[in-house]
């Protein structure tokens, strides 16, 4: 499926769970919508505020993306649900939730996924996407994610770790080619063993147990076994995916990063959609 196309779900979903880390039990109910691109209602807060998935949204990106509206409602986590909705085709729906961050299920995008495959999907008017026109990158140290002007939308993901079960990998992956649900949905977020203490102590992960990440230390993976052998660089498309969704319409282009996160992810959208034609929210 392109990522260019416009649809809406044909049907409501919902799923339920743990945030990362708030550690608090939220649902999402994913509504149609037929305007107003993806967009975010807290609706455990006065007046139901609205966040629109926009990278001015953009609040944080401390190890997850969190954004915000003017009234300081915020919504945390965002990144997987993007991830799904976007690779899915959905560019409209109203994303109803009763907490500050989305739950993070199995770790991967695949609940989300399969929910949007099977709730179908309706088409809205198409909106012409423009190619992109120029190479834009960022980079910070040795890390960088650049968009180069390209025939065919495709992701490539490279990593480099210390650990030996992580070590350096890559993954490249085309929408038109390859299915989302099966080569890119499945892979869970991962982190370091000797990440946890840390994260724990400022007050993060919460919500994190061996169900909902894949945990790696330097004798092996803790919780074994890998959905792919390369799970970590997919999971960073995916990451990738999600973040780059916050243009509205991804660009035509291939988006090639290495060692990269949130940060840069959403430094590359900011950029992007400040080159005037590449412009498509
Ligand atoms: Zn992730």
């Known amino acids: 499926m392109s990522l260019a196309q416009q649809y809406t779900l044909a049907q409501a979903i919902s799923q339920s769970g743990v945030g990362l880390h708030s550690g608090e039990i939220t649902t999402v109910k994913i509504l149609p919508a037929t305007r107003g691109g993806r967009h975010f209602v807290r609706v455990d807060l006065p007046e139901c505020p609205i966040i629109t998935a926009s990278c001015e949204s953009v609040r944080s990106t401390t190890l997850s993306t969190e954004l915000g509206n003017s009234d300081s409602a915020s919504i945390r986590t965002v990144e997987h649900l993007l991830s799904a909705l976007t690779a899915g085709g959905v560019s409209h729906a109203r994303i109803e939730v009763n907490g500050p961050e989305l739950p993070l299920l199995d770790g991967s995008a695949k609940p989300w996924s399969e929910a949007i495959a099977a709730a179908g999907l309706k088409e809205i008017e198409p909106q012409p996407s423009a190619p992109l026109n120029q190479e834009i990158s960022v980079r910070q140290g040795d890390a960088f994610v650049m968009a180069i002007p390209s025939t065919e939308t495709r992701f490539t993901y490279g990593i480099d770790f210390e650990v030996a079960a992580i070590g350096n990998q890559w993954h490249s992956w085309s929408p038109d080619e390859q299915n989302f649900i099966t080569e890119i949905a499945p892979a869970r977020t991962f982190t370091l063993a000797s990440q946890i203490e840390a994260l724990q102590k400022a007050g993060l992960i919460k919500g994190g147990s061996l169900d909902n990440a894949i945990v790696c230390s330097h004798s092996g993976w803790i919780n074994p076994p890998l959905r792919f052998a390369n799970e970590p660089a997919r999971h960073k498309i995916l990451d ?15 988006y090639l990063a290495y060692k990269a996160g949130h940060h840069l992810h959403v430094e590359l959208v900011r950029r992007i959609s400040q080159t005037p034609t590449n412009s498509n929210v």
Not at 240 to 254: E, Q
């Open 240 to 254: 990738l995916v999600g973040d780059l969704s916050l243009l509205g319409t991804i660009p035509l282009a291939h």
